[in-house]
């Protein structure tokens, strides 16, 4: 064992209680503050997102109109304003209404996003098939780690941000505090515990920056507007 590793503490990030006491525990999940996860104000909440996560994953897949209308409950009411979302199921949240998106936004299969903090995509992302995200931080010390008495277990959550026009690969996993800048390819299977900035392709356990995007023309034509005789050959063939 290499003893000049550092000392585990109860939380990442254990802040001064006079900050929180006066929040509700919503207030203090949302916050960044210590919470108390089973306490009875978040069976309300919890209830809601399960039977609302239930029924969209029981949609058809013709029924457009009913996903999105799923959509706009279950997510923060800033999503209602947004023209494209497209989410396969199945699709797994906490709560759904720390969940924020951009314009077209698409989940493939099997994507989760645990939101106990905010959880925030910018415009044109994609995410493959598996990404999970995370928010939610456990005490690190055992000790602190048992659930001995459900009303007085504690931990913490805290917000991912993701910007424009990022495409998260096949089973990625985004752990909290993570905050992705603008034009961020994410390998499949790679494991973000720290964040990036933009105009990076970053892959590997943990992550890592394997190549450097050229940073984009704004006047750049999307591919399809470009190579329309590709896009024409493709379709006739």
């Not at 009875?40 to 058809?60: A, G, H, I, W």
């Not at 055992?142 to 805290?158: C, G, K, P, V």
């Not at 990036?196 to 507007?225: H, T």
Request: aromatic share 10%.
């Amino acid at each position: 064992m290499d003893t000049n590793l550092p000392a585990v503490k109860p939380f990442p990030n254990n802040p001064d209680p006079q900050q929180y006491l006066h929040l509700s525990e919503w207030e203090k999940m949302t916050n960044g503050f210590p919470y108390r996860p089973f306490h009875k104000d978040f069976s309300e909440p919890r209830l809601r997102c399960r039977e609302l996560v239930q029924k969209f994953n029981q949609t058809s897949y013709k029924d457009e109109k009913s996903r999105r209308e799923i959509l706009n409950e279950l997510f923060h009411p800033s999503c209602k304003a947004i023209k494209s979302i497209a989410i396969e199921p199945n699709f797994r949240c906490d709560y759904g209404k720390n969940i924020k998106v951009g314009e077209n936004f698409y989940a493939n299969f099997d994507c989760v996003m645990l939101d106990c903090a905010t959880v925030e995509f910018g415009s044109n992302c994609m995410l493959a098939p598996g990404v999970h995200v995370y928010t939610a931080l456990h005490p690190l010390n055992a000790a602190h780690r048992q659930i001995t008495d459900m009303q007085n277990y504690f931990e913490l959550a805290s917000p991912v941000k993701i910007g424009d026009n990022c495409w998260l690969g096949g089973g990625c996993i985004i752990n909290p505090g993570v905050v992705l800048g603008n034009n961020v390819i994410v390998g499949s299977g790679a494991v973000v515990t720290k964040s990036f900035p933009d105009n990076v392709v970053i892959a590997g356990n943990p992550a890592k920056v394997i190549r450097y995007m050229p940073q984009p023309s704004p006047d750049e034509q999307p591919f399809w507007k470009s190579n329309e005789g590709i896009l024409e050959y493709l379709m006739e063939s």
